[in-house]
T-cell receptor, first 116, second 113 residues
């Protein structure tokens, strides 16, 4: 049982380059999230997808786009990378609805991105 | 949108002492409050959570309390051990809606042997 899988684990980009971070979950969760983690700033929500076919902006969406490809996969794209986007990126998934269903959010292992 | 404040940002205790981390939230509609532990270089993992229909929940040395009126919740760790050293995050979310999961900025807990 893999849980949440992110690729790649590490990436170095030059300013202006583009890339897509991939995320897949095998727990049949409806909701998926992308966070960035910077020192002293905690986990900040970039985008989330409450269910297949929907995406919404989080706290820090500027400079990013997302695609909920299907129920399993949720990708994050940087169209023109900037040094300010140097961070550790985490994908997560959870169930959302109902007071009786386990709603724990499970995280991927993270992607360490450096933009030079 | 939801805003979660967490204090303190760093906390240092002696092994065996208790540690308390506090969070406040802004959205009165939030009704699910998880706590995550993140060890250095690893992913965050859930350690305990509480829903708004209860005021307290305990799991061995870890407990969480919730005050809905004041919109704050706290993590209590008793009999701390060196392996409790990590960064702890609180979060808030609204169940049964399209709500997202918003985190506090984290507390770095150091337990000195």
């Amino acid at each position: 049982n893999a849980g949440v899988t992110q690729t790649p684990k590490f990436q170095v980009l030059k300013t202006g380059q583009s890339m897509t971070l991939q995320c897949a979950q095998d727990m049949n969760h409806n909701s998926m999230y992308w966070y960035r983690q910077d020192p002293g700033m905690g986990l900040r929500l970039i985008y989330y997808s409450a269910s297949e076919g929907t995406t919404d902006k989080g706290e820090v969406p500027n400079g990013y786009n997302v695609s909920r490809l299907n129920k399993r996969e949720f990708s994050l794209r940087l169209e023109s990378a900037a040094p300010s986007q140097t961070s550790v990126y985490f994908c997560a998934s959870s169930e959302l609805i109902s007071h009786t269903v386990n709603t724990e959010a499970f995280f991927g292992q993270g992607t360490r991105l450096t933009v030079v | 949108g939801e805003n979660v404040e967490q204090h303190p940002s760093t906390l240092s205790v002696q092994e065996g002492d208790s540690a308390v981390i506090k969070c406040t939230y802004s959205d009165s509609a939030s009704n699910y409050f998880p706590w995550y532990k993140q060890e250095l270089g690893k992913r965050p993992q859930l350690i305990i959570d509480i829903r708004s229909n209860v005021g307290e929940k305990k799991d061995q040395r870890i407990a969480v309390t919730l005050n809905k009126t004041a919109k704050h919740f706290s993590l209590h760790i008793t009999e701390t051990q060196p392996e409790d050293s990590a960064v702890y995050f609180c979060a808030a979310r609204t169940l049964g809606s399209q709500g997202n999961l918003i985190f506090g900025k984290g507390t770095k807990l150091s337990v000195k042997p």
